[in-house]
Nanobody, 116 residues
Framework: QVQLVESGGGLVQAGGSLRLSCVAS????????MGWYRQAPGQQRDLVAR???????NYADFVKDRFTISRDNAKNTVYLQMNSLKPEDTAAYYC??????????WGQGTQVTVSS
């Protein structure tokens, strides 16, 4: 089993920055993909950014040039640096580790609230 624990969420004014962290523990098999998704109330959960253990990345169009994903494979940790935050970025942010359809794990989520 894999456990994911997020941290770093909070309340920030528009234009501000936050850095999310997610530490994975348990039986972690590489290669894998770690990433961040977000879900606002009444909305579906959307991909924000993800990063393969080999280094390739994918970003949602709505965060390009504002958010940066990185990871430390030795520490089984993935980060999301969020700059130029907007009120529409307000959501619960979930960490994900994917290693296959039967090895897809989620964290409990961390709330990000951006005030205007």
């Amino acid at each position: 089993q894999v456990q994911l624990v997020e941290s770093g969420g909070g309340l920030v004014q528009a234009g501000g920055s936050l850095r999310l962290s997610c530490v994975a523990s348990g039986t972690i098999i590489s290669p894998n993909i770690m990433g961040w998704y977000r879900q606002a109330p009444g909305q579906q959960r959307d991909l924000v950014a993800r990063m393969h253990s080999g280094g390739s990345t994918n970003y949602a169009d709505f965060v390009k040039d504002r958010f940066t994903i990185s990871r430390d494979n030795a520490k089984n940790t993935v980060y999301l640096q969020m700059n130029s935050l907007k009120p529409e970025d307000t959501a619960a942010y979930y960490c994900n580790l994917w290693r296959g359809v039967d090895r897809n794990y989620w964290g409990q989520g961390t709330q990000v609230t951006v005030s205007s």
